[in-house]
């Protein structure tokens, strides 16, 4: 059996780790993805559909900030259908990465903020996963 395609945002005991599913056969860029949050103090799973152009733009997102290491730089991304994540990210000229972690569930007034820190060898980890699980299912 072949592991899940699996993109994993963390540094420590803190990470969202998202595990990508085949496509949906009539929407061939719409994924289903099982996301696991681990906060140092909470551990939690849901599910919700991610579109590969999110998955892109989130990679546009980390090689531009990988682009401007030794710079302070600023950005922000988001993905998800039923459940919003959003990733504020923050790089400093001295290459910390503060990545914060937003997730909101649509259909209920719930909500999770927690950061995860790292470092500027983060990035190239990150944009790799990214391209490996998206080659894994053929779709980018």
Known sequence: MIDAPTIELGSGPQYIRCE???PYW????YLPTAVVVDTGVFR???ATNVW???W???RDVFTGLNAQVGQDAEARCSFG?????SLSIRLTRLGHLAL???IHLNEVDSALHF???ADQTYLPLWIQQIDEALAQLSVS
């Open 20 to 22: 990508l599913s085949q």
């Open 52 to 54: 590969v152009d999110e």
């Open 56 to 58: 892109l733009a989130i």
């Open 26 to 29: 009539e929407i061939l860029r």
């Open 44 to 46: 939690g799973t849901f």
């Open 100 to 102: 914060r972690v937003e």
């Open 81 to 85: 259908d039923e459940v919003d994540v």
């Open 115 to 117: 950061w995860i820190d």
